[in-house]
């Protein structure tokens, strides 16, 4: 049996885009062609993503604003999820709401309390169109939610509120990147 290639090991790492860039807060366009670039936009997401040390990357983190995003994922059993998808819906997140820290390649260095349900349920396609539905607990339930929100152009600072929300904003003005944000 032939083994699959790792991904992103063929990959280009690709710049970052970071809070205050309008990609990252503009919803992103359906995929409607499927392909070389494509499966090459997927393997750089990947290569970038572990470049990053991150656990998943939506395509406008690194300026194409498309709904596509890559994940290498554990869950709070610590299985290993790992793979990419192509147009996707968030279709549930339920379950117990839990306030964790969350963090983001898009804002590094920082993370803060937000509050995500430990359950969700992603359906999309693959890179060749083959229906995908992805079910996470937990931590990559989390990251579901997390990489979703991207491609409807909010990041998680979004989603932070009271305290924490003031807290984040005043470590986000003090970063060498963080100047220009000055929408969270």
């Not at 793979?83 to 279709?91: D, E």
């Not at 820290?101 to 898009?106: A, D, F, R, V």
Request: contains cysteine; hydrophobic residues 40%; glycine residues 12%.
């Amino acid at each position: 049996m032939r083994q699959r290639p790792i991904p992103g090991t063929s990959g280009i790492v690709r710049t970052m885009s970071l809070l205050g860039d309008p990609v990252l807060h503009s919803a992103c366009a359906e995929v409607t062609e499927f392909g070389p670039a494509l499966d090459r936009l997927i393997e750089d997401m990947f290569a970038t993503m572990y470049a990053h040390e991150g656990v998943g990357l939506a395509a406008n983190q690194i300026g194409v604003g498309q709904r596509v995003f890559v994940y290498d994922c554990p869950d709070d059993e610590d299985v290993r999820h790992v793979g990419h998808v192509v147009n996707p819906r968030l279709l549930t997140a339920d379950g117990d709401e839990f306030l964790g820290p969350e963090g983001c390649l898009s804002l590094p260095g920082l993370e803060a309390g937000t509050a995500r349900f430990d359950h969700a349920v992603v359906e999309g396609v693959t890179s060749d169109g083959a229906a995908v539905r992805i079910s996470g607990t937990g931590f990559f339930a989390r990251c579901l939610q997390h990489e979703c929100d991207h491609l409807a152009g909010t990041v998680y600072a979004d989603r932070v509120t009271g305290l924490r929300a003031r807290r984040l904003r005043r470590a986000i003005r003090k970063t060498p990147w963080g100047a220009g944000a000055s929408a969270v």
